[in-house]
């Protein structure tokens, strides 16, 4: 098998890898993952529209794509703007700054959740500037986003850089000769090629917002209809042991992240790059 | 025409001041306050809360679960990034595809699908019930989530390294005599330590911070199947937010190690490669 799925090679191993390869990916994520599809299909059609269709898991759907949907446009700018500045400049620091923008990969949700609940509080130290002016975070919709934010913010950022990098310095300066302008230049020159780089990092963003689940459950207050995310109905439903109606919530979500993978992977497709951010 | 401010410095100084708040805003300040709330109540009270019976059973379950799952992960990195990276075949996109799933798959969605198949109302229930097994709401169930969540990490580190490197080398050596494990040991691996170094220390630290998942098929029974992440929550749930900030200190320096050992990989994997390419 191994000779005729392969060219042939000098190198040895290719079987005992690959076979490997497949079955522990086989058994680990392959079958536990189809399960959702074979549990949901104990339901019947009108059953799963009705668990999927609840008015609070409506909202539940509606804050959760909505939310990671703002956090995800937040990153897109403030991303573009940090490979930016770590691609294009030279300060003090910059090294540690590049080594920084890991860190909501490396921290852990649960610890991220509860720091950003006590920064954002009433009396924490940011939330005591925006009390002031009625601005309430922490346990609001706002804090969702703000969650959702942090912990989506290095996509962006890892997959502009490596594409600003390779990009021609000289593009812009013929540009920029030829009498555009600064704006011009970065719309119309800079922005089409970084185009792809930007959607796959939006999109490898929103994805992980959809199912985030440990840090928003502490700083959004868990209230029903208001700020209640849909990962958190599965864990609801699953508490109360309604193991078919977690599971249908579960394959919405599923198809959701499905959906933006394989928009991932034609947009890599297009670039000829692809990316991985832990 | 002399201008009065040069653009070009003004419009450098803002950019690199707006992303350096945002950074501080967003990042460093909640990186603090971990550390702000957890020493609240001074030192004392800290190593009082880290030092709590069931706070320690926690870190022990935590390094126990880490340890077991970032093995399984790290022979299984190496394995297929040795087949995708040395060889050709087709099917190579959708095999790295499916790899990266568990990465688009909600932590708690992870969780579900062991439940599922070894809960007591699971597809395997009733036959793990009559042999006495338990799975889930212990520890095997945890390691199972664990694995899902922190799958692709040592092997999506190496595909990029591995690749840079090529594979003339391992040829050379091949072609010289060298057996296969003999040409992995010696030819392969000192090429890739850095990057399988990294690789191990993210999925190390993704396998110990992990909540979601773990909550899911941990059943949070203190003592028994808590890890730190869920002795986090439970503290901060009682509302001992001292005590909370304290265990999630551990998990923060963690980070920050991490952090520092991808800069250092980063930067040796560079030099490799610098190192290579003069050599031909």
């Known amino acids: 098998m191994a000779k005729r799925l392969a060219k042939k090679s000098i190198i040895p191993g290719f079987g005992l890898t690959m076979g490997y390869t497949l079955v522990y990916l086989s058994l680990i994520v392959l079958i536990p993952l189809s399960l959702i599809f074979y549990k949901t299909a104990s339901l019947s059609w009108k059953e799963y529209w009705d668990v999927v269709t609840d008015p609070r898991v409506i909202a539940s759907y509606r804050l959760t794509f909505g939310a990671s949907f703002v956090a995800s446009v937040i990153n897109a700018v403030f991303g573009t703007l940090i490979a930016w500045v770590l691609v294009r400049y030279d300060f003090i620091g910059k090294r540690l700054v590049d080594g920084i923008v890991d860190l909501p990969f490396a921290l852990p949700t649960a610890v991220a959740g509860i720091a950003l609940t006590s920064v954002y509080s009433d009396n924490g130290w940011i939330g005591k500037f925006l009390a002031p002016l009625g601005i309430k975070v922490a346990f609001t919709p706002l804090g969702v986003i ?88 599965i864990v609801t439903k699953l508490e109360q042991y309604d193991y078919a109606g977690a599971t249908a919530i579960a394959s919405v979500v599923l198809i959701a992240s499905f959906i933006l993978l394989f928009i991932i992977n034609c947009l890599q497709w297009v670039s000829g790059r692809r990316y991985f951010i832990g | 025409m002399p201008k009065p401010v040069q653009p070009a410095a003004l419009v450098r100084f803002l950019l690199i001041f707006a992303a350096l708040i945002f950074l501080f805003l967003f990042l460093i300040v909640p990186l603090f306050a971990v550390f702000s709330e957890a020493l609240k109540k001074g030192i004392l009270v800290y190593i009082e809360s880290v030092e709590d019976a069931d706070a320690l059973s926690a870190i022990r379950l935590t390094l126990l679960v880490a340890a077991i799952s970032v093995s399984l992960n790290t022979i299984f ?28 798959v909600s932590p708690v969605i992870s969780g579900l699908i062991f439940v599922l198949l070894f809960g007591a109302q699971g597809i395997l229930g009733p036959w793990l ?5 338990k799975i889930i709401f212990a520890v095997p169930g945890m390691v199972l989530a664990t694995v899902f ?10 595909i990029p390294v591995m690749l840079a490197q090529g594979k003339q080398e391992e040829e050379t050596a091949l072609s010289l005599g060298a057996g296969g494990l003999q040409t992995f040991l010696r030819v392969t691996l000192p090429n890739i330590k850095w990057g399988l170094l990294y690789g191990v220390i993210l999925c190390n630290a993704r396998a ?5 998942a773990v909550s899911v098929v941990s059943g949070h029974i203190r003592g028994m199947t808590n890890t730190i992440p869920l002795h986090v929550e ?6 001992n937010f001292v005590a909370a900030f304290a265990v999630a200190s551990i998990l923060a320096v963690l980070a920050i190690i991490t952090l520092i050992i991808k800069s250092l990989s980063e930067w040796k994997t560079k030099r490799l490669l610098e190192a290579a390419e003069e050599e031909q």
Not at chain 1, 156 to 177: C, G, K
Not at chain 2, 82 to 98: C, D, P, S, V
Not at chain 2, 129 to 133: G, K, P
Request: proline letters at 6%.
């Open chain 1, 146 to 233: 703000v969650a959702l934010t942090f912990i989506g913010f290095p996509f962006v950022v890892r997959t502009i850089q490596p594409v600003l990098q390779d990009l021609d310095h000289q593009l812009e300066e013929a540009a920029f000769s030829l009498g555009a302008s600064r704006l011009q230049t970065f719309v119309r020159v800079l922005f089409p090629p970084l185009l792809p780089a930007l959607l796959t990092g939006f999109a490898l963003a929103f994805a992980r917002a959809l199912g985030e689940y440990g840090s928003v459950i502490f700083i959004s207050g868990n209230m029903p209809m208001v700020t209640e995310v849909t990962p958190l109905l």
């Open chain 2, 129 to 133: 019930e009559a042999h006495d097994i």
């Open chain 2, 149 to 158: 969540v922190t799958f692709p990490f040592v092997v999506r580190e190496l």
């Open chain 2, 234 to 239: 439970i503290l901060y749930n009682e509302y």
């Open chain 2, 208 to 212: 110990m911070g992990e909540f979601g």
């Open chain 2, 77 to 104: 990195g190496i394995a297929t990034a040795w087949a995708i990276t040395k060889f050709e075949f087709r099917g190579k996109n959708l095999l790295i595809t499916l790899i990266d799933l568990p990465f688009a």
